[in-house]
């Protein structure tokens, strides 16, 4: 089989085209080839191989530019059935694949729910013969489709009557095949966009006709054509943003649960709209506190939240007093105006526990729960383990644990076997993710089929005393601390919590832990927001000492070598630059009549300087000790509490988090005390 490749490309002085073949060797093993193409003076690019041995192959074309780099066109690798004809030539005129204003419509939330096509259309008068016209083009609403004219009597000689409707039953790719014997010399012809239920036109494709010079019987000729041109406006639409926990319901439990958002997606097909976006839904439970609220703290990537769970639908209690009890205690929730998450989590941790011995034996012995736990076991033990472990020692921090502060996979999975008398207690976390995963992905596939799409949230950051932080330390910065700096909504920064990225690790698998996240997500979303994107390219990066997001500096940055400063007339003074510069002034100013309480409280005076006592020397020990005293703080304790806060980020330089003698100028040095005190 003899194939002929051919595109056309203006490349650049020093470029060269490629086409990149992907087949098999021998042995069935993927294989790679690069061949070299060939251009005339109209930067038409042709190559022909012989591929006499394949059946099937895979492509893309490669543009190499002068340096021997390679540039690939965009949306994946093309393919061609060899065994789909019987001429003994195939000659393929393709065009560059790149992004473009249509590339989004390529997204699942298009393909699968806004675009979805319930009846395929297949016309056999044109689905056979050796010129085959394919179109690219994503974005065709599924009461539309698209038609070929020409200026051939096949092709209707222009009259959009006898147009030729194209198959879709490969969308997003349109097709229809005519016989080269059929067609004369010049062949033009345009797409046009059809409303399927009038079946008349409504928009013609802009620009010039497209034509067709090559016209052989005896080889099968692909015409690839990229991008209908439109006229009409691109497809819009409308939706909502709403924290799942917000979706009240009389069959909530105090709280929006998942199955609810089957009432939501019922409300924004009346009204119209099409996408529900929801704020983050992973578990986010570290203290069985009002503090594991927050939905952007997970202690899981994978793991649902389970406030989110239907309680009605994982089964009923046995006994009449302990429904009585469940339904007193859901009414009296559902009366509250606001979410009072810790008592919705503790009355549902109640059922969780009581329903659990009942339903857990013939869940697990269930076929579709093998599936679950064999498709997500990766992540699904070590995270009940560390649940486990996190409520049997009394803190998150697995630093703190006595034993399995450092996570082996090995010791894990023995510490994690059934036949160990703890392992119910792990085994309900498993229970619990089989049936939010159940109940979430009822809901995607309801949403789907009404048309809608659910859009969800990634947070950058994840808590650093999850299970993730637990399972791959490696990957995080576990000494510093995400967040913003200062600008004019926050003066002092601000202080996310999360661990940085190690990204150079990452990078080290190809950021599996990343895609892996993305993919699990992708399960029961169409579409996400990824939460301050900016984070991937650069962010602020804090220590962990730190309270405040002052002393601070961004990750990538370039620091200041001792050098360097000197070169510039910086002095260097260690002790005057990177230590609080306190004075009597600036305490007078922050403490005002309270300076000499606080001074003796919290401040030593030595050798004519001002400086913090040991025992409050960082922001985090200001903030335990205040912590400490376990009530409400009056004004007054508030301020010294900022107060010491600000004398602390009294520097002028920080040390970099990473190479020890370098430094970064303090963000917003010129607004500090310490700076105005420079000669």
Known sequence: MLVQFNIHFVTQWGQSMYVQLHTTDENGEPMTQNVAMNCNESCEWTAEISLEEFDYISYRYALQNADQT????????RSINLKSSDKAKFVIFDNWRVSNGDTPFLSTAFKDCFFKR??????????????VFQLNCPQLEPDRHFAIVGNQNVLGNWDTTKKVRLNDSEFPTYTAAFASKDFKSPLEYKYVLVDTKTDEVIDWENGENRTLSFLDENATIYVHDENFIRNTSSWKTS?????????????GFGVGEFLDLKKMVDWAKITGQRIIQTLPINDTTLNHSNSDSYPYNAVSVYALHPIYLNLDSIGKLKTKKKIEILETKKQ???AKYFLDYQSVMSAKWEFFREIYPVESDSVFASDEYKTF?????????????FSYLRDINGTPEFGKWEKYQLYNKTEIEQFSNPDLPHYPEIAIYYFLQ?????QLSEVHEYATANGIAIKGDIPIGVSPTSADAWVNPELFNLDLQAGAPPDDFSTTGQNWGFPTYNWEVMEQDGYQWWKKRFQKLAEYFDAYRIDHILGFFRIWGIPTTDIWGLNGSFLPALPYSKEELESLGIHWDENRYLKPHITKNTLQKIFGEFMDEVVGRFLIYDNRKYKLKPEYDTQRKINAYFASLERDLDNKEILIREGLYMLLSEVLFVRDAHIHDKFHPRIAMHSSATFHDLP
């Open 70 to 77: 390679f540039l690939y066109e965009s949306d994946g690798i």
């Open 118 to 131: 319930a009846d395929r259309y297949h016309n056999t008068d044109y689905s056979t013969g050796n010129v």
């Open 239 to 251: 939706g909502v943003a709403i924290p799942v926990f917000s979706l009240r319901s009389d069959s």
């Open 332 to 334: 009296e929730l559902n």
């Open 373 to 385: 736990f064999s498709a997500n076991k990766e992540w699904l033990v070590p995270y009940a383990a």
């Open 434 to 438: 089989f049936y939010l995963h159940k």
